[in-house]
RNA sequence: GGGCCCAUAGCUCAGCUUGGUUAGAGCGCUUCCCUGAUAAGGAAGAGGUCGAUGGUUCAAGUCCAUCUGGGCCCA
């Protein structure tokens, strides 16, 4: 395609817009300027001193290369921003990275080919924290180019580090009001351990590691030793069953479900307390198969009644002291087993939560390394597992063993040395949330979920069934725990290095505060005369990221008063499955420690899927690469397919085509308008200088787009406000069909003449969308404003990304139901046209149409429709010209059924059973008929409203309805009506010979033609001046053949004549 | 094993809050039309038991229950 040229003098202000562009260059056009010109920056210099809004960004952990699901979120992070900044906000943002934790210490370990803490050890703790330090680094280059290419904004030059030292000097300020506050306390904790590896595994390890495992399943008799109903049945026994034999070692108690109900089971003189749910699956049907009575039930009871019964324990091995009871506990199901569930608490989360309720021990006789303590009879020394096989023929022997089998399930294994996992309970520091449960639900019922369902569904469950935080970690990486302690177990807390430096008596501001340096500092204790050395744990790096808010700010040490101005956010967003993650620690930290959640709105995403449906990873092989994708398709087309393709909170698949979609239908769509415009304002020359007609006396086509362009923007502001991007992106799909497809389509000619009304109604518009589309596609509207609007009107801001939303005014509804209505009319004038085989070229007559508010349409409106279907004229079909109409009607059936109730279906009958056209006349002349219908008491009064009527004229008009209004196209076509479509086949053959030959649009040309027929002389001669006009024909010369002028092309079959065309 | 979300055309998705008798859009497919911005546009057509079953209702894609399948989170 070539660019069209143009003289000097007819050079307008607006820049040369190709109708062609490139999506990819474009975008690194356009990030050179906002680098060049500092646009961010003068963004945010310039909203100084207005009101925040403010947004809080949830740091990448960097451990990885990012992920197209990171465009997602980032996406979301970017359009508010924008859009409030429009609105006219001061929107902080400042980027944020998450550099802690076990994520950052496997990428190291893998790295470094390490399989375990001893590796580490050996290799030094000071050196490998300093590969993790490098390590995140490098993959926040990553994150940093992926966050520029795709027009996030957000301030990374002052990004918060999680690993800096004011950061973690910030946290441990934090973690100190909190001890302070008595809810930071030393605990035990179950958590995965794998035993030959020597460490604690974290969740996101665990589920690498699921393997399918045969264990033994044993059914347990534990005699119930006294009471009521030890006394009156002889050998009561609690069933018990378990998968793991080898914790029956360490039973504490029997835990059964409070709303259960339990009985006493008596079966071959032996007596069992089982839940009466799963009677059937331990014994059988009760009559055996001879007849005789298998088993019976002595009394039920609910679980409740079993609470403090004790038992004898299975083994004797170990002493657990207070102990061997039952206990109550909701969790217990009984769906399966026996409805009693034995306790060990070292080993299990659930039996270690149950049984401190109940104060009883915690007792753990396996060693670091798996086994068994050596001093413990049967089983000292044996690796755990190994252990069932002698302890199940150790109860087999003493007559314990109800029933024994095997019992296929996954069990969680060591993802790297494949060690069945053993959840071990370990000493560990807790906050204890759960003292704050109610003040969490409380901010949880003021804060503004997107999607609403989350609030009180899997966010408010999880509150529900809040547990108290385990926050240490025995690992290396992370914020150290900043608790020192001494041999009297005297605790001292400290909130920053210039106090821990006090207390140790050293200077020590400068000291890098991970371990191992920080180890080194012993001081003395406070309340006593001990040495205090720094307990071992480092902390949860959620609990760096939660802690963002204040430690971004390094407060309160530093920046008091920025703080207390941007607390809490009005905005977070992620995806899901932080619902447990960040947006819970964000809340009950920013909750423990000033009272108050961190935020007010959030926003949470589905997840990104493959074009399959499936989850992208490396394992599948099924990974988009960010960068990529986004030079394949543009990162407009990728931020729009996040922020408008379907419903942000859903699970979403992303692929080519769907992108692909998006940059021809909206994209270029938008572009190519652009270009329009900027070539038939450059061709007139106009620019908004030179001004135009004010708009209430502009045709109603322009009047029309101006008013959908101010609906549009205050439409999408609406969306956005209430952070539905999905609703905002349709509305300015539809917008820009409007606007190409028929605004312009429609007004073309007016173009091509240069007329200052349709030029500047276009350019008004397309401010308009170009705003509203910036928080979307930053890029393409920054051009767009650079080529269209900057240059031609000097008092606009120099980036659209400085511009304010464009105002709002009333728009004209009456004018957008007419144009709608018109529309419906010419879309049956189209298939009428269609069904008639009547191409559109060829003029017709007239048309009738029958449509509620038709004939009120003003002769401008009904113009424009007749000029588009090519008819001379638009009559309103008069129904009471009853040769030329049918109607036919329906049932209205929702005012029927609001009246009628269960009686609509006889009184819709009943009206398909009326002459239509006499039912039609009465009601339009009376407004309303009465009926007497069998089974409908009293007098059933219809009205016009209650039918859906249709009016076709009869026979021998090519027809189309839909609906309610019906359209009909007179076919006759007379010579005149002939001649003048011969004219628009010239024209149009004309036109394509221009075309052909690589003529400029503003090229004038000389015509000369020769033909035989007597139609084409006399539509020559009789149409010629306006042939002539279309084509911008100097001439139009009949030769007697054809000259071989500039070019020429092949006789036309229908037209039958020849033509030569040459540039004048 | 528990909780939450989802299931609509060959594909990607609207519609469901507030029930109304012809369930839409885009992509793809077939035929035709139109084309001095457009990688466009228009018309017609093929393509749907709206996951299944039951219920509520005069009326269910829409509300309720159960089930099946998929996803996520947690064990």
């Known amino acids: 395609m070539k660019f069209v040229s143009f003289r000097e003098e007819h050079t307008s202000m607006y820049k040369v817009v190709p109708p062609t562009v490139n999506l990819r260059d474009l975008e690194h056009e356009v990030l050179a300027l906002w680098q060049a010109e500092g646009t961010f920056a003068a963004s945010m210099a310039q909203s100084q001193g207005r009101p925040t809004w403010t947004f809080y960004e949830g740091p990448p952990t960097a451990n990885g290369a990012p992920g197209t699901h ?117 605990d035990h904790r179950v ?21 399918d495992v045969s264990d033994p399943s044993v059914y347990v008799r534990f005699p119930v030793k ?68 298998r088993y019976q039930v002595k009394e039920t009871f609910p679980g409740t009644q079993l609470e403090h019964m004790a038992y004898k324990r299975p083994f004797d091995l170990i002493d657990i002291p207070d102990s061997h009871f039952v206990i109550l506990a909701d969790y217990v199901t009984t769906g399966d087993g026996t409805g009693l569930v034995h306790q060990a608490p070292a080993f299990g989360a659930d039996d270690l939560i149950s049984c401190r309720a109940y104060g009883l ?49 996954s069990y969680p294994h060591c993802w790297r040395c494949h060690t069945p996992l053993i959840y071990y309970a370990q000493p560990s520091w807790y906050i204890k949330t759960t003292a704050i449960k109610d003040r969490l639900m409380a901010e949880n019922e003021k804060t503004h979920w997107h999607p609403d369902t989350i609030k009180w569904g899997r966010y408010g469950d999880w509150l529900t069934n809040n547990v108290d935080w385990a926050l240490s970690r025995n690992r290396y990486w992370g914020t150290p725990l900043p608790i020192w302690r001494c041999e009297n177990e005297h ?33 003395p204790c406070p309340h006593c005369d001990a040495t205090a050395v720094r307990v071992p744990e480092v902390i949860d790096c959620w609990y760096d990221s939660g802690a963002m808010p204040f430690a971004a700010q390094w407060y309160p040490q530093h920046n008091k008063e920025n703080f207390a101005a941007q607390y809490p956010a009005d905005f977070v967003c992620e995806a899901i499955d932080q619902t447990r993650g960040w947006f819970y620690t964000l809340m009950a930290i920013g909750t423990l420690v000033f009272d108050e959640s961190s935020y007010k709105n959030v926003v949470c995403l589905g997840h990104i899927l493959d074009e399959d449906g499936r989850k992208m990873s490396k394992h599948l092989g099924n990974v988009l690469e960010p960068i990529p994708l986004m030079d394949q398709h543009g990162a ?47 061709s007139a020359p106009w620019s ?53 497809n028929w605004y312009v389509r429609r007004t073309r000619r007016r173009f091509w003449e240069g007329e200052p009304a349709a030029l500047a109604t276009l350019h008004e518009a397309l401010k308009i969308v170009t705003l509203c589309m910036a928080p979307y596609t930053p890029f393409i509207t920054e051009r767009v404003w650079q080529d269209l609007f900057r240059e031609t009107q000097p008092d606009l801001p120099n980036s659209v990304h400085l511009a304010d939303w464009p105002s709002e005014s009333q728009p004209d509804s009456q004018l957008q139901s007419d144009m709608e209505l018109a529309r419906r009319v010419t879309e049956l004038g189209r298939s009428a046209r269609a069904t008639s085989s009547v191409k559109t070229r060829q003029p017709l007559g007239r048309a009738l149409i029958s449509a509620p508010g038709w004939s009120e349409l003003s002769a401008e409106l009904v113009a424009e429709v007749a000029e588009e279907l090519n008819v001379r004229e638009l009559l309103t079909l008069d129904v009471s010209d009853s040769d030329l109409v049918s109607i036919s009607l329906k049932p209205n059936f929702r005012t029927l059924g609001a009246r009628f109730g269960k009686q609509t279906p006889l009184i819709a009958e009943h009206i398909s059973r009326q002459d239509p056209t006499e039912l039609v006349s009465a009601l339009r002349d009376i407004g309303k008929v009465d009926y007497e219908i069998d089974g409908v008491d009293g007098t059933s009064t219809i009205e016009l409203s209650d039918l859906v009527i249709t009016e076709t004229p009869v026979e021998g008009w090519a027809v189309a309805a839909d609906a309610g209004e019906s359209f009909a196209l007179d076919l006759e076509i007379t010579h005149e009506l002939a001649l003048a479509g011969m004219a628009r086949d010239i024209v149009r053959s004309l036109q394509e010979g221009r075309k052909n030959a690589g003529l400029e649009i503003s090229d004038r040309i000389n015509v000369t033609w020769s033909s035989d027929n007597p139609d084409v002389v006399e539509t020559l001669s009789f149409h010629g001046g306006e042939i002539s006009n279309e084509v911008l024909a100097l001439s139009l010369t009949k030769v007697p053949e054809v000259i071989t002028g500039f070019t020429v092309f092949g006789t036309e079959s229908e037209i039958d004549a020849n033509f030569g065309i040459e540039k004048a």
Not at 278 to 292: A, Q
Not at 381 to 398: I, N, P, S, V
Not at 498 to 513: H, N, R, V
């Open 688 to 740: 908004p200088a030179d001004g135009a007609p004010p708009v209430n006396e502009r045709p109603i086509m322009d009047r029309w787009l101006l008013t959908q362009a101010h609906s549009l923007s205050a439409q999408v502001d609406n969306a956005l406000e209430n952070f539905d991007t999905q609703l905002g992106g349709r509305l300015i799909t539809e917008f820009i069909d409007d606007l190409s």
């Open 70 to 186: 990171h465009i997602e979120a980032r996406a979301f992070k970017d359009i508010f921003p924008r859009y409030r900044t429009m609105k006219g906000y001061h929107v902080v943002r400042q980027a944020g990275w998450d550099c802690h934790g076990l994520p950052v210490e496997l990428a190291v370990e893998k790295e470094l080919g390490f399989s375990g803490k001893k590796d580490i050890e050996n290799y030094g703790v000071a050196e490998f924290n300093a590969k993790c330090r490098e390590s995140v680094v490098r993959h926040v280059d990553a994150f940093t180019e992926l966050t520029t290419r795709m027009g996030y904004w957000v301030d990374m030059d002052r990004a918060y580090w999680t690993m800096d030292s004011n950061y973690i000097q910030s946290v441990w300020w934090s973690l100190k009001q909190i001890f302070n506050a008595g809810l930071l306390v030393q």
């Open 226 to 293: 006294v009471g009521a109903l030890a006394e009156k049945y002889s050998d009561l026994s609690l069933l018990v069953w378990t998968t793991t034999p080898w914790t029956l070692v360490s039973n504490t108690a029997v835990a059964v479900k409070p709303t259960a109900t339990y009985c006493v089971l008596e079966s071959a003189d032996q007596h069992y307390i089982v839940a009466q749910d799963l009677i059937e699956n331990l014994f059988g049907s009760p009559i055996d198969e001879d007849g005789s009575i």
């Open 191 to 211: 958590s995965p351990y794998c035993p030959r590896c020597g460490t604690g595994l974290s969740d996101h390890e665990l589920a690498q590691g699921y393997e």
């Open 491 to 523: 605790l001292t807390i400290v909130e920053s290095l210039a106090e821990l430096g006090e207390l140790a008596g050293q200077e020590i501001s400068d000291l890098d505060p991970h371990r191992p340096f920080i180890d080194d500092i012993t001081i």
């Open 636 to 682: 407009d087309a990728v931020r729009w397919f996040m922020l408008a393709s379907g419903s942000p909170w859903q699970s979403r698949r992303v692929g080519h085509t769907a992108i692909a979609d998006i940059v021809r239908k909206n994209l270029l769509t938008y572009w190519n308008t652009v270009s329009f415009l900027s070539l038939y304002a450059r």
């Open 361 to 409: 021990p915690v007792v753990n006789p396996i060693a670091p390394d798996g086994t068994f303590l050596p001093e413990i009879p049967l089983v000292g020394g044996q690796f755990f597992k190994k252990a069932d096989a002698a302890l199940t023929d150790d109860l087999r022997e003493r007559g314990l063993l109800f029933r024994e089998e095997s019992y296929e399930h």
